[in-house]
């Protein structure tokens, strides 16, 4: 039956090619929009690199104080980090790293714009980077406030050229000499809990990083035992918040949080709204939006399609077939269509993925398409055919089968 | 005639429903991306108000740990001269953080004659501020030494706050703030606009204020305007002067026209991303369009024979089958423009409402072309039609 309304459908399409031509071009296009959106989102939020233990891992990004007529936010102190958070129990091993700022070092005459990043030993744990060549600085190493760095790819082909080995080198950033000790992989400015050209040990850090203030310039990241431990160590968290004692008089309350990566990522500051919702609301909207035109074309498109068939539908209901059979049929038509509008629209996607990654309009953030992806777009399509599909087939449906015959 | 054509519109509203819906869709959008582009494109008619080229940002942050104002201008001033000494520095400036071509802003308000002034720009500057940056002035002055901070403290605004503030009358000498405002302001100059945000975003309203001494706790900006030749040699040459001067700060130096660059695009790829969205859109609705159009013109060629024998013309047939569509078009551009009059009615986003305006004209010409391009093939095709063949078909 469905290798018969398979022959049907194949036959239907290349009997009107202008209109075929129109519905293929509305989905396969609107499916490469949704693609590349959905790629690009998937790296952003769900690349792997440097954190490979994202699922056992919590983020602290931001502290806000507030009180009736002060509210300041930002950043957190290494002490907090280290002082509270480094209290709790359910973690294995705290991250803390300042965020990265921008500076410059001049080499050959040439300037270099460069991020760098203060990190403690723990950090190289939690986030497994790729080292290219040397090791992380160690625990020891930063108690003995040395002048060790790990650099990223990009610097090192920066300030170095094509030297294969740069480990022991020198490196002068901020006028300070630093020992090269390790290079790693570079990451996408997206990623920017971890992105930075330049990590150094928390000790050499110009400002002091014993003050014992809350806000700062540190981010801390929690690691727990297992995936399960980790709604456990959240709660800990949260309920260690309301102990600290404030900074100041000004202030009655703090709002930190222990977030997942994502939530982390769109979290506003604000404490009324939540940046989950915003971020989804925004996405929802655009994907709303950018659907619904093409597939109204598609339903009027359809519905042309088959008022033109109105003497074959009449003379199968004459025969006895059911609506619903007709039904059936149409929609089965009209996947077929959509999945093969998708075959068009994977294959612009990748095309378009490719040329994205060859001129890489953001360093380092190489898209691909990913089972996520392809599953993303195999559900848009067939939510797509059904839109489209299942109004026409309705209306088709209800055709008397006196003026369907008579039409012709 | 077109209240007939209305009238057959009119009767087939159910099966032309769709059709309207799509194009009523299609003109929301085409509304919000002309709203978008001619939003766009008056901020970047106007003015910068300001020259960029060859102005260098030295970004820093404040180490010293002296509560002492005297001791601490006297640093800054020491360095302000070193810099001022090398021979390609033209002049420096010490700012607060909100620098042009920068995403900081720092703003506030004022309540002048019992009327709210929110999101205003506050600026902190020092007397060089406006040669650094090659600002113009409008009427009045710019800051001098003279200007101590008194009880009315001295401000220079910019010329939207003037407008909106005195219309066309000259704003020099007058005090702003209302009386319950402990800090007034006296207004010794207007300068014209300075597009911080870059070239496509309006820079609203701006209010200048004289930094004094203890400012310098908090500043974290110097401009520097050099000369063209001053090249990398120069710039590391700077880099380890301030350094090494301010030996726990972390120094970066940026160039102001690369500032530029970068904030425009931050500006200018949402839009280029929405526009390609849009074009793509409208290609399809195009054809989308044209498709039924032409069906229903095939369908309807009894009709359109029986027209041609009693005596229409060729003509005439296919401009009452345009005509036809355009009236269709109408109907939705009547539901569209209601939905759109909407938005500089409950203001529901901060834009004048001549942007609205303009957009809703653009919107809807755009639209009537749209549906006249397509309808105009299908028009010709039916004016080709013969009677005798038509009705012998049926």
């Known amino acids: ?408 | 005639m077109f209240a007939h054509l209305f009238k057959l519109i009119w009767n087939k509203k159910k099966q032309n429903f769709l059709l309207m819906l799509e194009i009523f869709i299609s003109f929301l959008v085409i509304f919000a991306v002309f709203t978008m582009i001619v939003y766009y494109y008056r901020n970047y008619k106007k003015p910068l108000g300001f020259d960029y080229e060859n102005v260098w940002v030295i970004k820093y942050n404040n180490t010293l740990q002296t509560s002492n104002n005297d001791s601490l201008s006297l640093f800054y001033e020491t360095l302000k001269q070193t810099i001022k000494a090398m021979p390609q520095v033209k002049d420096i400036t010490f700012t607060s953080y909100n620098i042009p071509m920068s995403q900081a802003s720092s703003q506030s308000g004022f309540t002048h004659n019992n009327e709210q002034f929110m999101g205003v720009n506050w600026y902190f500057v020092d007397d060089n501020y406006k040669n650094v940056l090659d600002m113009k002035m409008l009427e009045g002055r710019w800051f001098n030494k003279q200007d101590v901070v008194t009880k009315n403290h001295p401000v220079v605004i910019n010329e939207s706050l003037k407008e909106r503030l005195f219309g066309n009358n000259p704003a020099t000498g007058k005090i702003i703030g209302d009386a319950r405002q402990q800090d007034k302001m006296h207004v010794i100059g207007v300068v014209e606009d300075i597009k911080q945000f870059g070239d496509y975003v309006n820079p609203g309203i701006a209010v200048f204020h004289k930094a004094d001494t203890s400012a310098f706790h908090w500043f974290g900006r110097m401009l520097v305007k050099v000369s063209p030749d001053a090249d990398a040699t120069f710039e590391s040459h700077l880099y380890k002067t301030i350094a090494n001067y301010m030996r726990n700060a972390n120094i970066e130096i940026e160039h102001m026209d690369n500032n530029r660059k970068g904030i425009n695009t931050f500006y200018l790829v949402p839009v280029i991303i929405l526009l390609v969205v849009a074009i793509f859109l409208t290609i399809n609705v195009t054809l989308g369009l044209f498709g039924v159009l032409w069906y229903n013109i095939n369908k309807r060629k009894a009709e359109i024979g029986l027209r041609r024998a009693v005596g229409a013309s060729g003509n005439s047939v296919s401009w009452q089958l345009v005509a036809e569509a355009l009236v269709l078009a109408t109907f939705s551009l009547f539901a569209g423009s209601f939905l759109a009059v909407q938005f500089p009615l409950l203001r529901i986003f901060d834009l004048p409402a001549t942007i609205y305006i303009t957009a809703l004209i653009l919107a809807i010409l755009f639209i009537y072309l749209l549906v006249l391009l397509c309808s105009l093939y299908p028009g010709k095709q039916a004016a080709a039609v013969y009677p005798a063949v038509a009705l012998h078909e049926d």
Request: with cysteine; proline share 3%.
């Open chain 1, 1 to 408: 039956m469905l290798k018969n309304y398979f022959k049907i459908a194949v036959a239907v399409l290349r009997r009107k090619k202008f209109f075929t031509f129109i519905s293929l071009f509305g989905i396969s296009i609107t499916l490469t929009i949704l693609m590349v959106l959905t790629a690009f989102i998937d790296k952003v939020i769900n690349d792997n690199y440097p954190d490979r233990k994202r699922d056992r891992s919590l983020y602290i990004n931001s502290i806000e104080e507030t009180g009736e007529h002060a509210r300041n936010g930002g950043a957190l102190s290494f002490y907090f980090l280290n002082h509270y958070a480094g209290s709790l129990k359910t973690p294995v091993k705290i991250a803390i790293h300042s965020g990265s700022n921008a500076t410059n070092t001049y080499i050959n005459n040439k300037k270099i714009d460069l991020r760098y990043k203060y990190t403690n030993a723990a950090f190289w744990e939690v986030a497994e980077y790729d080292f290219t060549e040397g090791k992380p600085f160690t625990q020891r190493q930063i108690e003995n406030s040395e002048h060790v760095a790990v650099i990223s790819e990009d610097l090192k082909k920066e300030y170095f050229g094509d030297m294969p080995s740069v480990v022991g080198k020198y490196i002068e950033v901020d006028n300070v000499q630093y020992r090269v000790c390790g290079v790693v992989k570079s990451v996408p400015i997206t990623n920017y809990v971890f992105y930075g050209d330049i990590y150094l040990p928390y000790t050499v850090s110009k400002t002091d990083y014993n003050g014992k203030e809350y806000r700062g310039d540190y981010l801390g990241i929690l690691l727990a035992a297992s995936k399960s431990d980790v709604p456990k160590m959240r709660k800990e968290f949260e309920q260690m918040v309301p102990r600290i004692p404030m900074s100041s008089k000004d202030y009655d309350k703090i709002h930190t949080y222990a977030d997942t990566y994502f939530t982390a990522f769109v979290r506003t500051g604000n404490e009324e709204a939540s940046g989950v919702t915003i971020a989804m609301t925004a996405i929802g909207v655009f994907t709303f939006l950018v659907m619904l035109l093409p597939t109204l074309n598609l339903v009027n498109i359809n519905i042309t399609r088959i008022m033109e068939r109105s003497s074959e539908i009449g003379v199968r209901k004459a025969f006895g077939a059911a609506s619903g059979t007709l039904v059936y049929q149409f929609l089965v038509e009209n996947l077929i269509l959509t999945l093969l509008g998708g075959l068009i629209g994977t294959i612009l996607s990748f095309v378009i993925i490719q040329v994205f990654n060859s001129i890489q309009p953001i360093p380092n953030l190489i898209l691909s398409l990913n089972f996520t992806v392809l599953g993303m777009a195999l559900l848009i399509c067939l939510i797509f055919g059904l839109l489209s599909g299942v109004y026409p087939a309705w209306r088709m449906s209800r055709l008397n089968v006196v003026t369907a015959l008579k039409a012709s």
